[in-house]
């Protein structure tokens, strides 16, 4: 499928295939309420090769559908973390997928042979290399030009690809976006890149994995995860048993540990986050809309903000209470406002946008700064 792949063919027909299977009728929100609730739906639980990894993903509602939506999940999770979009919006007259990103969820090297094979090209699971899989899922998998949805390091891969692959984008829509990723300079002439001993590349060496799996246990351990979650949930009922299960799965994957040193060590990506919002700023084809939980402790809505200032033209929803991960915590009210949302954009934009939702949980806001941090922020960057 890919020109990136590299295993024999006897090995692609052993590893990938796809499961269809029929859904129930109807679905929630205003698209759901169209042509789909006369329509059965499809479930599509498929697998392809890429770089040596069984890749998996999901998708709900028709191929041949005229809208299609891809979700990218944050970092840690998995596809699992948009069942209730896909739910929600696949079907009828829009088609909804969701990948895992390779070293996470449920897609990993296929095998020993393939593990070897990505130690023989210096493979890394950096932002790079994610951008590179989420372009090619767009282009050979699905097929169509796509709203690009992420979460977390999702929203900057998302961000990140319809800058660099605008054909491949039909509009953005970002779920508290990390506005940053990984610590070693991408710039190779850099001190810091040439400075550090390695640079994410397989195979790990041993001075890197052997004090990582010193805590590696009790870093993936159900009481850390727990943990971490309630920092950054502002829902806290949707702290489950199942959700911190569906993340601690797959660190239990012989290659986890390594892939984690991998992004760790791993370099930034070759085009700054401030230089992928100036080149959507500058494209306006891809309309835009940020969906950010306003009670986040890590993306505070400081970030929405800086967004909303470098692309004016974004529609800027803010959910509260709601934090990091909106999709999940907040399904009902997300699912409302990216669909609403797409639809305003599928009939030309023609109007105003969407308000938010009926009950106030979502609004449609203008981002202007609130507190004394988010004002100084605004003003240096008014003066600069």
Not at 135 to 151: A, I
């Amino acid at each position: 499928m890919s020109k990136a792949i590299t295993l024999t063919k006897a090995r692609m027909k052993a590893a990938s295939g796809r499961t269809v299977e029929a859904l129930d009728r109807g679905g929630r929100g205003k698209r759901a309420r169209g042509a789909r609730a006369s329509a059965s739906r499809e479930r599509e639980r498929g697998t392809y090769l890429w770089r040596a990894h069984l890749t998996r993903y999901e998708r709900v509602g028709s191929r041949d559908a005229e809208t299609h939506v891809v979700f990218i999940h944050g970092f840690g999770v998995g596809k699992f973390h948009f069942a209730s979009q896909l739910s929600a919006l696949g079907g009828g007259g829009t088609c909804a997928w969701a990948l895992d990103l390779c070293g996470q969820g449920e897609s990993w090297p296929v095998d020993d042979d393939a593990v070897e094979e990505l130690h023989a090209q210096k493979f890394r699971y950096s932002v790079d290399t994610w951008r590179d899989q989420v372009e090619e899922f767009l282009r050979d998998v699905v097929g169509k030009k796509s709203y690009v949805c992420g979460n977390s390091l999702g929203g900057y891969l998302a961000t990140y690809v319809s800058a660099t692959s605008p054909e491949l984008v039909r509009g953005l829509v970002l779920m508290n976006a990390t506005p940053f990723w990984a610590f070693v300079p991408n710039d190779e002439s850099s001190i810091g890149y040439r400075l550090a001993p390695w640079r994410g590349a397989l195979p790990v060496p041993k001075w890197v994995s052997t004090p990582f799996r010193a805590y590696w246990d009790s870093f993936r351990s159900e009481a850390n995860v727990k943990g971490l979650l309630g920092l950054v949930y502002a829902n806290k009922a949707r702290i489950d048993n199942e959700l911190i299960e569906r993340i601690i799965a797959p660190t239990n994957n012989p290659n986890a540990l390594f892939t984690f040193c991998s992004v760790v060590w791993s370099p930034k990506s070759s085009m700054s986050f401030d230089d992928m919002l100036a080149k959507l700023r500058d494209d306006e084809s891809i309309p835009i809309a940020l969906v950010y939980g306003r009670d986040d402790p890590w993306v505070v809505p400081l970030w929405g903000q800086r967004l909303k200032r470098a692309i004016p033209r974004a529609e800027y929803y803010e959910i509260s209470p709601g934090g990091h991960c909106p999709a999940h915590e907040c399904p009902e009210t997300t699912n409302a406002l990216i669909s609403d949302w797409i639809e305003y954009c599928e009939s030309g934009r023609i109007g105003a946008p969407p308000f938010g939702t009926p009950d106030g949980a979502g609004t449609l806001i203008q981002g202007e700064p609130r507190n004394i941090f988010e004002k100084i922020d605004a003003f240096r960057a008014s003066t600069s």
